[in-house]
């Protein structure tokens, strides 16, 4: 029961980002900027034709195979554990970490780029300019609890 609810929670999440990308899309013109929660957000459209920051944005082809190959590999990993005993924290993390690599993935062979939405105002101008979608912190909240899954299980005393 528990490996449906968290296959439904990765669809769910990636479909959802898919959706609020095909929103912006529609919605906002690039470099159009909308402040949201007292100005301390940005809602703004902008595409991202590499991986994190840009990253091997003039290597499209490489971008997309090498985001194909991780999304599949994290799928894969996700589908052993969840047919594992145990490891709430592991499978939750594995779970939004797998939905946000399938969404950034979705857009990379579908439209050519990842779209980034969500912006946040800082001090620092250039963390100001980074451009994030939900599946990006799908990722990073995946990640920060896969790090809490791996602390907690070492922090037992096996037998």
Do not use: H
Not at 29 to 58: D, F, Q
Not at 75 to 102: C, D, E, N, P, V
Not at 113 to 120: A, E, L, M, P, S
Request: proline share 1%; hydrophobic share 45%.
């Amino acid at each position: 029961m528990a490996i449906l609810i968290l296959m439904s929670l990765t669809l769910c999440l990636t479909l959802l980002d898919i959706v609020i990308k095909s929103l912006i899309e529609g919605a906002i013109e690039e470099g159009e900027e909308r402040r949201i929660l007292g100005g301390r957000a940005m809602i703004r459209k902008v595409y991202n034709k590499g991986m994190t920051l840009n990253l091997l944005e003039g290597r499209p082809e490489t971008v997309r195979l090498l985001s194909a190959l991780v999304t599949m590999v994290i799928t894969i990993y996700q589908l052993f554990t969840l047919m594992r005993r145990g490891m709430r924290l592991k499978k939750a993390g594995l779970s939004l970490m797998t939905a946000g690599a399938w969404s950034n993935t979705f857009d990379r062979w579908v439209r050519g780029y990842v779209i980034d939405y969500v912006g946040f105002k800082t001090k620092w101008e250039k963390i100001t300019r980074i451009t994030y979608n939900f599946g990006d912190f799908f990722i990073v909240a995946g990640s920060i609890l896969m790090m809490l899954s791996s602390i907690f299980k070492s922090g037992r005393k096996s037998r």
